[in-house]
């Protein structure tokens, strides 16, 4: 597989640039933010995975390391092929896409076009563990998940047969309960399910 290509940039077009490396010109798919880093006549360095199908040879191109990893594993969720995965990193930085699935943020994953809430939710349930601990955007400590405890208390809630409508609702009283820091989430779960009993 080829993990990076560097060399003088032949072209640019709306969604690919081609890098000469070594006399031989490589058509890498890149997203706009990538390609506005290209200069042609420029040499330049692109970390790239190779998405090989049965009638093609792919190559997609990225700023840095970090991107393509992403990439990579976006792709790992079910319903998730490299053009939408692209399409995430076109439309938000890795960071934000991370504290999203982190924080089970839908709102944000639906932003990118292709991505509805139904693919967000999956997205969310299958990639959380994997995106890594993040820290909370307000300089707590190093790998608390911000907004996830809320993502948490509701699936624990859903998987006790309530709706979804009540979920929410349970969670948004749960929030307005915390005054500092937050408690672990088995404690804001049986929360939630002693404010959703009183209200049967």
Same mark, same amino acid.
């Given at each position: 597989?080829?993990?990076?290509?560097?060399?003088?940039?032949?072209?640019?077009?709306?969604?690919?640039?081609?890098?000469?490396?070594?006399?031989?010109?490589?058509?890498?798919?890149?997203?706009?933010?990538?390609?506005?880093?290209?200069?042609?006549?420029?040499?330049?360095?692109?970390?790239?995975?190779?998405?090989?199908?049965?009638?093609?040879?792919?190559?997609?191109?990225?700023?840095?390391?970090?991107?393509?990893?992403?990439?990579?594993?976006?792709?790992?969720?079910?319903?998730?092929?490299?053009?939408?995965?692209?399409?995430?990193?076109?439309?938000?930085?890795?960071?934000?896409?991370?504290?999203a699935i982190?924080?089970?943020?839908?709102?944000?994953?639906?932003?990118?076009?292709?991505?509805?809430?139904?693919?967000?939710?999956?997205?969310?349930?299958?990639?959380?563990?994997?995106?890594?601990?993040?820290?909370? %955007? =307000?300089?707590?400590? +190093?790998? !608390?998940?911000? @907004?996830?405890?809320? &993502?948490?208390?509701?699936?624990? /809630?859903?998987?006790?047969?309530?709706?979804?409508?009540? %979920? =929410?609702?349970?969670? +948004?009283? !749960?929030?307005? @309960?915390?005054?500092? &820091?937050?408690?672990?989430?088995? /404690?804001l779960l049986?929360?939630?399910?002693?404010?959703?009993?009183?209200?049967?």
């Amino acid at each position: 597989m080829i993990a990076s290509v560097r060399g003088v940039v032949a072209a640019i077009a709306p969604d690919s640039a081609v890098i000469e490396v070594g006399g031989v010109g490589l058509r890498v798919q890149c997203a706009p933010g990538t390609l506005a880093g290209l200069k042609t006549g420029a040499e330049a360095r692109l970390a790239t995975s190779m998405v090989v199908r049965e009638d093609s040879l792919t190559l997609y191109g990225f700023a840095d390391d970090d991107e393509k990893h992403l990439f990579e594993l976006l792709q790992t969720a079910s319903g998730v092929g490299p053009r939408l995965a692209q399409a995430v990193l076109a439309v938000h930085q890795p960071e934000t896409v991370r504290r999203a699935i982190a924080g089970g943020d839908l709102a944000t994953l639906t932003r990118v076009p292709g991505i509805g809430k139904k693919g967000a939710e999956r997205m969310v349930l299958e990639l959380r563990d994997r995106i890594g601990p993040m820290p909370i %955007a =307000d300089g707590g400590p +190093a790998g !608390v998940l911000h @907004g996830a405890w809320q &993502e948490q208390v509701r699936q624990g /809630v859903l998987a006790l047969g309530w709706t979804a409508a009540q %979920a =929410d609702q349970a969670v +948004a009283a !749960v929030a307005e @309960g915390i005054d500092g &820091e937050v408690p672990p989430v088995p /404690v804001l779960l049986r929360q939630a399910i002693r404010l959703l009993g009183k209200s049967r």
